[in-house]
């Protein structure tokens, strides 16, 4: 009777697993690494997929022989039977260096509570890239793993919550780990979409505040660009001169990078009145 007990998992609060994780992972790695094939693009992508492959070939065809079972090999050992508030960031490294990647320089697009937004820009800029248009982003955007100490099986019922359980999990650990890479590799001007319906447009707490900013090398990345845009239709909490920016001002005057700042800058500005034609702040007459 025992033999048919089904594994028990530790209880955590937040979800578990996202189910066919596997699947999802290796199948999101193979659209990814053979985008150099263009009918795996609809037509109507075609033509920004061929202008991303000619800025990413020499980056998407070098992880092209990077074999994708590999990869999520490398991924599940990361955190498969440990104690997912026990991962680490050195749990991660084997698996940065398998599929790290570097933008080129002047187009690396961070972002903070603006997720959405920045994702439209970098789809219409296709020679821009936040972090998930990079493999290991693409890939695990949006889903949630963890293992557990006692077993070689993922947890489909339960994953550590980031307030309720522990900080450190497999999932948040994960994000920190791409993001500090991500932030090391970029070089030139980079750019940050920032929310500023927000009372505090940058905050020190966020991925984008707490890691990256503190990992842009001063040596390659000479100039920080700050986009803060708000919500149309809402009034605005924050701004270029609001005293998170100031503080994010100081921050790059101390790290040597120079700093710029712009208040809903126009193409994304544009993105929002898509969405919003008949809002008065979008009449072209402005
Ligand atoms: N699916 C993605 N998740 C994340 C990326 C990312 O690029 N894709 N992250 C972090 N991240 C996870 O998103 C939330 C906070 O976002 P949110 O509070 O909205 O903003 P953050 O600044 O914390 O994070 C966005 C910043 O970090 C990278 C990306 O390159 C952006 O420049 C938190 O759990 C992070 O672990």
Redesign the pocket.
């Known amino acids: 009777r025992l033999w048919h007990q089904p594994l028990k998992h530790r209880e955590w609060n937040g979800t578990g697993s996202t189910a066919h994780f596997q699947d999802i992972f290796l199948g999101r790695c193979y659209i990814y690494t053979q985008l150099v094939q263009p009918e795996f693009r609809p037509y109507h992508m075609q033509h920004t997929f061929e202008t991303k492959l000619l800025i990413f070939t020499s980056h998407v065809l070098s992880l092209r022989d990077r074999d994708c079972k590999k990869i999520e090999e490398a991924f599940r050992n990361a955190f498969i039977s440990k104690d997912p508030c026990e991962v680490t960031e050195e749990d991660y490294h084997p698996l940065m260096e398998l599929a790290s990647q570097t933008v080129p320089c002047d187009k690396t697009v961070?972002?903070?509570?603006?997720?959405e937004l920045?994702h439209q820009y970098t789809w219409v800029r296709q020679e821009m890239f936040?972090?998930?248009n990079t493999l290991l982003?693409y890939v695990?955007?949006?889903l949630t793993w963890c293992g557990d100490s006692g077993s070689s099986e993922m947890n489909y019922q339960s994953c550590p919550d980031?307030r309720k359980d522990c900080k450190n999990n497999s999932?948040?650990v994960f994000?920190?780990v791409?993001?500090k890479m991500?932030a090391e590799n970029a070089c030139g001007m980079v750019q940050?979409v920032l929310n500023g319906s927000l009372s505090n447009a940058f905050?020190k707490d966020?991925?984008?505040?707490?890691?990256?900013v503190h990992n842009l090398h001063p040596e390659k990345v000479h100039t920080l660009q700050a986009w803060v845009m708000h919500d149309i239709g809402k009034s605005p909490s924050d701004s270029c001169s609001g005293s998170s920016i100031m503080d994010l001002k100081s921050i790059m005057s101390k790290r040597n990078i120079k700093f710029t700042c712009q208040d809903n800058y126009r193409p994304v500005k544009f993105l929002q009145c898509v969405r919003n034609p008949e809002d008065s702040s979008c009449s072209l007459r402005t």
Do not use: N, P
């Not at 966020?206 to 990256?212: A, I, L, Y």
């Open positions: 961070f972002w903070s509570r603006t997720k920045a936040t972090l998930e982003g695990a955007d949006g980031w999932v948040t994000w920190k791409l993001s991500f940050v905050s966020s991925t984008f505040g707490g890691v990256e």
